[in-house]
């Protein structure tokens, strides 16, 4: 039996993960669970898998999550600090799905115990970037990537160098807006952009599934977790998302990881590594699928890529100022107060506009380069 942390149980990848914990109760024991604000959702996993602790980050709602807990013997904690105190508890298997850059200092609290960490929270690599592959070497943790393209690539390396690959080929289904002209971008709607095709997913990553902005932010999480340079890193458009990312190696091998759309098969790859579990996911039908298709990314109606590229390449600050602007972005979207191509526009904008602070060497340091960066991000809006 191993131990494991949630964080972000209630979410998308949080419900899938628990899904597989559900199917194989004797292998696990769960030690915390953790949401925003869905204290009664929360509750009911924390009871349902006999959690030690759960917490919301949001203390206003720790009345209610204590009131749902009452009787239970689980410990009821809320608050930032209370989530970090939390991720510090020594576990088999941390999973970070936290969304944003909210879930970084519980990530790195995790990190410092040294232990694995099961990593779908992009935004915390691509905001902290060096600070985290720094601290996961210090204390001797180790990465699992969950994100779909990542672990399709951790595991093409495995038993491969780093020094013999020629390109590192992360796919993209291309999003709901996909083949929509200049004209119907400016248009789209929230509901049609959290609208994926294929996968089904939290709010805030399928609109960045449509603005290709999911893909920039994974160009530069793949910078960090496969450190081959940033000139063998590419990017394909590939509709079915079947294949779900690639590794050539100099010898002009090229290996691919196939599965279905659905993340029950990363989350189990990591949950089992490195040995392999059963999951309930439909095997692959190639014959039914039929045709895999490929096509080069078009960075003129998707800009987002080309600035994901820019600000990897800037480094320091350039991610972290990138992934605030964006979730403020999303966020004004998906309250109707941006059309839906202001998004990369106001990313533009922000590494663009004045100079980027200087290169944050601590996770403090990371903190208020972010905190700082929404701050303008909001005054931008203001200024719409
Ligand atoms: P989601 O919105 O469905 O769930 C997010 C979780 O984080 C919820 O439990 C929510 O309560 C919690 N949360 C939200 N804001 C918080 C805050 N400020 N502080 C603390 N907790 C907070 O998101 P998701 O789709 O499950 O994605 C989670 C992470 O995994 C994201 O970083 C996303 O990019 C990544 N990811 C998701 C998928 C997917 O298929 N959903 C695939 C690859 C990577
Ligand atoms: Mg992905």
Not at 97 to 102: D, K, L, N, P, Q
Not at 239 to 244: N, R
Not at 338 to 341: A, K, P, Q
């Given at each position: 039996m191993r131990t494991i942390s949630l964080l972000g149980a209630t979410g998308s990848i949080g419900a899938s993960t628990l899904d597989l914990v559900r199917r194989h109760p004797a292998d696990w024991r769960v030690v915390a669970l953790s949401a925003n604000c869905s204290a009664r959702e929360l509750a009911v996993l924390a009871r349902e898998f006999r959690a030690e602790i759960a917490v919301v980050?949001?203390?206003?709602?720790l009345p209610e999550l204590r009131e749902a807990l009452a009787g239970s013997g689980i410990e009821a904690a809320g608050g930032e600090r209370a989530l970090v105190e939390a991720a510090s508890r020594p576990v088999d298997l941390f999973v970070a799905?936290?969304?944003?850059?909210?879930g970084l200092a519980p990530t790195m609290a995790a990190i410092e115990q040294g232990g694995t960490i099961a990593l779908a929270n992009k935004e915390a690599l691509v905001s902290a970037g060096e600070v985290m592959t720094a601290a996961v070497r210090r204390h001797g943790a180790t990465l699992l990537p969950v994100d779909s393209e990542h672990n399709a690539i951790f595991q093409c390396l495995a038993g491969g160098r780093l020094s013999d690959v020629r390109w590192i080929t992360l796919t993209a289904s291309?999003?709901?807006?996909?083949?929509?002209t200049m004209a119907e971008l400016e248009a789209a709607t929230p509901a049609q952009a959290v609208k994926h095709p294929n996968w089904s997913m939290g709010a805030k990553i399928s609109v960045d599934s449509a603005t290709m902005m999911n893909k920039g932010l994974e160009f530069i999480e793949a910078y960090h977790l496969f450190?081959?340079?940033?000139?063998?890193l590419r990017i394909i458009v590939h509709?079915?998302?079947?294949?779900?990312s690639m590794v050539e190696y100099r010898d002009g091998s090229t290996l691919a990881q196939l599965g279905p759309s659905d993340m029950r098969v990363p989350i189990a790859s990591a949950l089992a590594w490195p040995a392999r579990m059963d999951t309930p996911c439909d095997p692959l039908d190639l014959a039914a699928i039929g045709t895999l298709e490929f096509r080069a990314p078009d960075?003129?109606?998707?800009?987002a890529t080309r600035l994901a590229r820019e600000a990897a390449a800037h480094g320091g600050a350039a991610p972290a100022v990138l992934n605030a602007a964006n979730e403020i972005a999303v966020a004004a979207f998906l309250s109707g107060q941006?059309?839906?191509?202001r998004i990369a526009a106001m990313a533009e904008d922000m590494l663009g506009q004045g100079t980027l602070p200087p290169?944050?060497?601590t996770l403090d340091e990371v903190l208020l380069v972010d905190c700082e960066a929404r701050t303008r991000a909001r005054a931008l809006l203001q200024a719409v």
């Open positions: 980050a949001d203390e206003g709602c799905a936290i969304v944003g850059c909210a291309g999003g709901p807006f996909r083949d929509a450190p081959v340079g940033l000139e063998r509709p079915q998302s079947i294949v779900h960075e003129t109606r998707f800009p941006i059309g839906f191509t290169p944050p060497s």
